[in-house]
């Protein structure tokens, strides 16, 4: 389990399923990263509870028998928040917490409360308290009786305890407000990428914590905010890039996540217009996490969504000075996914190197083959520009001449 710092975190439980269609391996990897998620937002896990099931009940989630479980060991020890991976319904978030008589929250707005800590700008903020209040607006009945015997924590920022206790009525008037407000914020951040002239757009996506932003200020040599907690950075960054003799526009986004709540998809449209908009995409993953491969897959959904899953796209693959290989049967023909790799070469001879047209290994942190990474963005980049603009071509190599470190 994940260690926490000196500060004073809540005490919490995690609780999941096995159904039908997610099995123990794919809970535990779920859990883990929920359990990542509640330490980012500020809780330590102090144990973790699992039913296996056909599906999940539809008025509690789990069995009589889990609750009871799960009851004793909240009485037990204290505990002040109960999160479950999956969505839960607003009657089943009821019920839970007239048995537990605990601080009940769900996968999905635990994710809304670290956007909700992660926040900077106003625009972010915006975006934030739409979703939240989207969210809360079916489970407003009943869902703040515990604010009578607890303040404050997670899942108590944002919209908070003076305004939650209102009617629908005025919830629905908010939201309405919160969407205009950000129509006419998503306008004029559209004129302002409509007037960054005619530069290649290349744009960063990838899953939570995969080195986005540490790649951003090294090839950018800026100073975005970047640290080991999911969601560091919420504001899109961007940053007018000079490789070789070529400029262009590097945007930073968010990072996308597995369960990625509906509600923040939509409110953050104008950070996924970004993506939407751009020339090209910098795929980032993070080779070092025994799960990229399904990272691979979330981000790739996502960007199916928003209509930017053909765009050109180079695989990054990044943190290859963190990869530690998994222990192989000799006799395993996927010996090639196992065995260690320690030079470039070696990596380039992965089944990762075949994931796409355009692959490169990296690390960001340690600047590891940096001068690769570029030459091989100068290209993609120098072929987007060409193809815009065949009169320039002459202002451009072919092949980026050396550049120092």
Same mark, same amino acid.
């Given at each position: 389990?994940? &260690?926490?710092?000196?500060? &004073? +975190?809540?005490?919490?439980?995690?609780?999941?399923?096995?159904?039908?269609?997610?099995?123990?391996?794919?809970?535990?990897?779920?859990?883990? #990263?929920?359990?990542?998620?509640?330490?980012?937002?500020?809780?330590?896990?102090?144990?973790?509870?699992?039913?296996?099931?056909? =599906?999940?009940?539809?008025?509690?989630?789990?069995?009589?028998?889990?609750?009871?479980?799960?009851?004793?060991?909240?009485? %037990?020890?204290?505990?002040?928040?109960?999160?479950?991976?999956?969505?839960?319904?607003? %009657?089943?978030?009821?019920?839970?917490?007239?048995?537990?008589?605990?601080?009940?929250?769900?996968?999905?707005?635990?994710?809304?409360?670290?956007?909700?800590?992660?926040?900077?700008?106003?625009?972010?903020?915006?975006?934030?308290? *739409?979703?939240? +209040?989207?969210?809360?607006?079916?489970?407003?009945?009943?869902?703040?009786?515990?604010?009578?015997?607890? $303040?404050?924590?997670?899942?108590?920022?944002?919209?908070? #305890?003076?305004?939650? !206790?209102?009617?629908?009525?005025?919830?629905?008037?908010?939201?309405?407000?919160? $969407?205009?407000?950000?129509?006419?914020?998503?306008?004029?951040?559209?004129?302002?990428?409509?007037?960054?002239?005619?530069?290649?757009?290349?744009?960063?996506?990838?899953?939570?914590?995969?080195?986005?932003?540490?790649?951003?200020?090294?090839?950018?040599?800026?100073?975005?905010?970047?640290?080991?907690?999911?969601?560091?950075?919420?504001?899109?960054?961007?940053?007018?890039?000079?490789?070789?003799?070529?400029?262009?526009?590097?945007?930073?986004?968010?990072?996308?996540?597995?369960?990625?709540?509906?509600?923040?998809?939509?409110?953050?449209?104008?950070?996924?217009?970004?993506?939407?908009?751009?020339?090209? *995409?910098?795929?980032?993953?993070?080779?070092?996490?025994?799960?990229?491969?399904?990272?691979?897959?979330?981000?790739?959904?996502?960007?199916? #969504?928003?209509?930017?899953?053909? $765009?050109?796209?180079?695989?990054?693959?990044? $943190?290859?000075?963190?990869?530690?290989?998994?222990?192989?049967? /000799?006799?395993?023909?996927?010996?090639?996914?196992?065995?260690?790799?320690?030079?470039?070469?070696?990596?380039?001879?992965?089944?990762?190197?075949?994931?796409?047209?355009?692959?490169?290994?990296?690390?960001?942190? /340690?600047?590891?083959?940096?001068?690769?990474?570029?030459? =091989?963005?100068?290209?993609?980049?120098? !072929?987007?520009?060409?193809?815009?603009?065949?009169?320039?071509?002459?202002?451009?190599?072919?092949?980026?001449?050396?550049?120092? !470190?």
């Amino acid at each position: 389990m994940l &260690e926490a710092d000196n500060h &004073e +975190y809540e005490k919490a439980i995690l609780v999941g399923v096995i159904t039908q269609t997610q099995d123990e391996e794919k809970l535990n990897e779920y859990m883990d #990263e929920l359990e990542f998620l509640a330490l980012t937002a500020g809780a330590t896990v102090l144990k973790r509870f699992s039913q296996k099931m056909a =599906k999940p009940n539809p008025k509690t989630f789990i069995g009589k028998g889990k609750m009871e479980e799960i009851e004793a060991y909240v009485k %037990a020890h204290n505990i002040d928040t109960i999160i479950f991976d999956d969505e839960l319904s607003p %009657a089943q978030q009821r019920n839970i917490e007239k048995v537990l008589e605990a601080k009940i929250l769900d996968r999905t707005y635990l994710i809304l409360d670290i956007f909700a800590q992660r926040a900077q700008t106003s625009y972010a903020r915006t975006q934030v308290e *739409l979703a939240q +209040y989207e969210y809360l607006l079916p489970r407003l009945v009943g869902l703040w009786t515990h604010l009578e015997r607890q $303040k404050g924590g997670i899942g108590m920022r944002g919209p908070g #305890e003076t305004e939650i !206790e209102t009617d629908r009525r005025i919830v629905r008037d908010r939201i309405t407000l919160l $969407k205009a407000k950000l129509i006419k914020i998503d306008k004029q951040m559209a004129t302002q990428r409509g007037n960054r002239g005619q530069l290649v757009r290349v744009a960063l996506v990838g899953y939570t914590n995969v080195g986005k932003s540490t790649l951003m200020n090294v090839v950018a040599k800026s100073d975005v905010f970047a640290e080991n907690k999911l969601f560091a950075t919420l504001d899109t960054t961007v940053r007018k890039v000079v490789v070789g003799n070529l400029p262009f526009l590097l945007t930073d986004t968010v990072g996308f996540i597995r369960k990625l709540p509906t509600q923040l998809v939509e409110s953050f449209k104008s950070t996924l217009d970004e993506v939407r908009e751009s020339d090209l *995409l910098l795929h980032v993953v993070d080779i070092s996490h025994e799960s990229f491969e399904d990272h691979i897959a979330s981000v790739n959904k996502i960007l199916d #969504e928003i209509d930017a899953i053909d $765009k050109p796209t180079i695989m990054v693959f990044n $943190k290859i000075d963190q990869y530690k290989a998994e222990e192989y049967d /000799e006799t395993d023909l996927m010996i090639d996914r196992s065995s260690v790799h320690y030079s470039l070469e070696e990596w380039k001879k992965t089944w990762m190197s075949r994931t796409g047209d355009e692959v490169i290994f990296i690390s960001a942190i /340690e600047k590891e083959n940096m001068e690769e990474f570029r030459r =091989k963005v100068y290209d993609k980049v120098r !072929e987007i520009h060409v193809s815009r603009f065949p009169y320039n071509a002459f202002l451009y190599p072919d092949i980026m001449g050396d550049e120092e !470190e």
